[in-house]
Every structure is written in C-alpha cells, then in structure tokens.
C-alpha cells in the first residue's frame, strides 16, 4: 500500500539510457529505489508495483518478463 509520504524517483539515465517508458519505467524505478545498496533487495509485491504504475497485473508482469529479457 502507497503512503501519502512514500516516494520513488525516475532517474535520467533510465530515460536516457535504458529507454524505458510507461509501465516498464514505473516498475524499474520502483524496484531500483529498494536494490541501490548492497545487501538491499525488492519485497514488494505485484499489487505494490500496479499502484505505483497505475496499471493491470498483467501489465505489470508483460513489464517485469520485458525488463528480465533486458
């Protein structure tokens, strides 16, 4: 669940360089924000990521299965 003060941030470079937009970009952002560090992993679920992306789970896992063949 999405508190009114959680945040994630869009890097350029995912702009830029991985060339990613709409669900696959709020699905990489949003897994990034909790990986940067070592040691730090995603725990989220598929329902945290649909909120932030404001789109279906299968919108969501169509995202996630394009981002792994990446």
Not at 6 to 19: E, H, P, R
Not at 45 to 70: C, F, P, T
Request: charged share 20%; with cysteine.
């Amino acid at each position: 669940m999405i508190d009114r003060d959680n945040y994630i941030v869009i890097q350029g470079w995912m702009l830029t360089d991985l060339k990613l937009k709409g669900v696959p970009l709020m699905t990489y952002a949003c897994i990034y924000g909790f990986s940067q560090a070592d040691g730090q992993t995603f725990h989220g679920g598929i329902e945290y990521i649909m909120d932030w992306a404001g789109a279906a789970k299968r919108s969501v896992l169509y995202a996630l299965n394009q981002l792994e063949n990446r």
